[in-house]
């Protein structure tokens, strides 16, 4: 059932253009799936009208945690919430990751590139509470995008990261970095969230390696639920392509059904 709740700003944390917003709001805390997101109203007024979608970095007793880059006006005026204030959301909405029972005792890497990185921490709790070993991927362009990396750290996850100009972890893209670990060690499973690039250099390696997969894709959302067709990408399924809603039946889609920038791959 989805959820149009206020939501009390109960702490703030930034870094720079990141942001980790602590939310208190029960009822969706107690329905929400790791991969869900949130439609959430950034201003009282009008401008922007449209609510802006945010994945569940976190869900736990009470409290939802959301972690989000500013990436134009509708980020910017949500950044400048400040503790106390509600926040009005929609949520939790679409469908998340699946996490198997026979991942139990096995490797799983999950790839974030920059912002890409807000669904995976919870991700990786719902892994090891399946038994599964998160081994979590983090790229950013230089040491100041990597700002969650420290919590990974401290949760406990084996974290990997990497750095398009050098300055922190594995010198390149974390495509490659991916590239390099399956040299050494081959996971039961692959997660990934970032940019479509990034997933899109992840999907061959995955079909090359054989390694199943999902990806959280993004897509501009009007409503969050299923009304405005705003979110529509084709999906291979069943054997047909077909444009499918990414807020209603994604964000997250299995390898074989995401055409990546419409074209077809063997
Ligand atoms: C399911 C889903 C989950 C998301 N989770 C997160 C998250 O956890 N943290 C986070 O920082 N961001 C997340 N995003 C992206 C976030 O929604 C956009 O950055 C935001 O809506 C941009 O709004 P804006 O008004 O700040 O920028 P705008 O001025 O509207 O746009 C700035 C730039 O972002 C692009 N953009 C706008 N809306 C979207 C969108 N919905 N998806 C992708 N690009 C967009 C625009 O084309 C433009 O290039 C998610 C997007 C989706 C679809
Ligand atoms: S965002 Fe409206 S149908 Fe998906």
């Known amino acids: 059932m989805v ?8 702490e703030v944390e930034s870094w720079g253009d990141y942001f980790l917003f602590t939310l208190d709001s029960p009822e969706i805390a107690a329905q929400a799936r790791p991969g869900q997101f949130l439609m959430i109203r950034v201003s009282e007024t009008t401008q922007p009208l449209l609510r802006r979608p945010i994945s569940l970095h976190n869900a736990e007793g009470n409290r939802l945690q959301i972690f989000f880059q500013v990436a ?12 106390g204030q509600c926040l009005d959301l929609i ?4 469908k998340g990751f699946n996490v198997r029972p026979e991942f139990r005792d096995r490797e799983i890497y999950c790839v974030g590139g920059g912002r890409g990185i807000a669904p995976l921490y919870y991700l990786g709790k719902e892994l090891r509470a399946a038994g ?14 990597l700002p969650l990396r420290n919590r990974l750290e401290s949760a406990g996850f084996e974290v990997l990261v990497s750095t398009d100009d050098g300055s922190a ?28 690039p990034m997933m899109e250099k992840l999907a061959e390696t995955c ?7 999902e990806f959280s894709l993004e897509s501009i959302m009007g409503c969050g639920f299923g009304a405005c067709w ?16 990414v807020c209603q039946d994604g964000p997250v889609f299995s390898l074989e059904e995401i055409v990546w920038q419409e074209k077809e791959h063997g």
């Open 230 to 245: 705003g979110c529509v990408k084709k999906i291979r399924m069943d054997g047909q392509e077909k444009y499918l809603k």
């Open 207 to 213: 079909r090359r390696e054989n390694l199943p997969a």
């Open 132 to 145: 599964a070993r998160p081994v979590i991927f983090y790229g950013g362009r230089r040491a100041g995008d």
């Open 72 to 83: 134009g006006e509708g980020t910017r005026l949500l950044s400048l919430k400040k503790t």
């Open 169 to 196: 972890g594995f010198p390149g893209f974390v495509t490659s970095l991916v590239e390099e670990e399956l040299k050494k060690r081959k996971p039961a499973f692959l997660y990934a969230c970032g940019p479509d």
């Open 91 to 94: 949520g939790p909405l679409g």
């Open 3 to 10: 959820i149009d709740r206020q939501a009390r700003l109960v």
